[in-house]
């Protein structure tokens, strides 16, 4: 259809050859097979002119119409590469959301203005195609293996509690009341490696912890444990607010959790649009400062 349209525009089948870079046999034979498939011929051709068929004229009208909104498409789409700009989904854990995602979507949209970003915090693992999710962030590698995945950056985890939580000498430590997240089950165990330089402890520690507080959001597990209701790892980054402010302390000192790493992913097949790569980067620059 756009051959022909070209050979309209141009005049002739030399003058369209010339200006797609093919040969007039190519061109010919395109027009021939369009012709075939159409059952109706489309130009009357001599050796001086060409003039449109009653039917290629109408024909020649839808093609116009549609090489304009190809060229139209053509044109946003390169555009969308250049000036971030449209609508986004990301979805992200509650952990991750407040404190790392959203303040860098929030200063992506100040600096463009006309991106238009959907924010769903959920612990949960769901499917990006059928709910329509552009990028997750997420801890942990996914095993879906149609997933594009790249690594932004690690965080640790603290066991902590409130500075007034008791956890009683004769007591064994794992018996603590523990305040779980709703990504943890009651079963719960903690391997801890020492930072500190005291050898008379033991170079590692393995907890086990039944949970009895269980909740659907980090935030509502962070206000528990501020409260004293037992102990609960959060991000490190948000254990050093609450320690700034006097709501928490470290319930394991001298000890640290490993590190968890942290992946944006998408589905695109190819390279992801401009805004989904803006977006990883930007949370990518935020998690690495909180880290």
């Known amino acids: 259809m756009s051959v022909f349209a070209k050979v309209v525009e141009s005049g002739s089948i030399s003058a369209a050859a010339e200006s797609l870079n093919l040969s007039k046999s190519v061109v010919s034979q395109h027009l021939k097979v369009l012709e075939d498939e159409l059952g109706v011929g489309l130009l009357k051709r001599t050796t001086r002119r060409q003039t449109l068929t009653p039917a290629g004229k109408d024909f020649f009208e839808k093609c116009q119409q549609m090489n304009q909104l190809a060229t139209q498409a053509w044109d946003n789409a390169r555009e969308s590469q250049i000036t971030p700009k449209g609508h986004i989904h990301i979805t992200a854990p509650h952990a991750l959301m407040g404190t790392i995602v959203a303040p860098a979507v929030g200063k992506l949209v100040a600096q463009y203005p006309e991106i238009q970003p959907t924010l769903s915090a959920n612990d949960q693992r769901v ?70 330089q005291n050898t008379a402890i033991p170079e590692s520690v393995l907890t086990m912890f039944s949970a009895t507080r269980f909740t659907d959001s980090i935030h509502t597990a962070l206000a528990l444990i501020e409260s004293g209701a037992g102990v609960g790892i959060v991000p490190e980054f948000l254990f050093r607010e609450g320690a700034k402010k006097g709501t928490l302390k470290s319930a394991m000192v001298g000890y640290q959790l490993p590190q968890v790493t942290v992946y944006a992913m998408h589905a695109f097949n190819q390279t992801p649009p401009l805004l989904v790569k803006l977006c990883s980067d930007a949370i990518e620059e935020v998690l690495q400062q909180q880290s």
């Open 127 to 196: 499917d990006l195609l059928q709910s329509g999710i552009d990028l997750a962030v997420r801890v942990g590698e996914s095993p879906t293996s149609n997933l594009k995945q790249r690594r932004i950056g690690q965080f640790r985890d603290v066991l902590c509690c409130a500075p007034h939580f008791k956890i009683e000498k004769n007591t064994a430590f794992e018996k603590c009341l523990y305040v779980a997240n709703g990504w943890q089950k009651q079963k719960i165990i903690h391997h801890f490696e020492r930072i500190s």
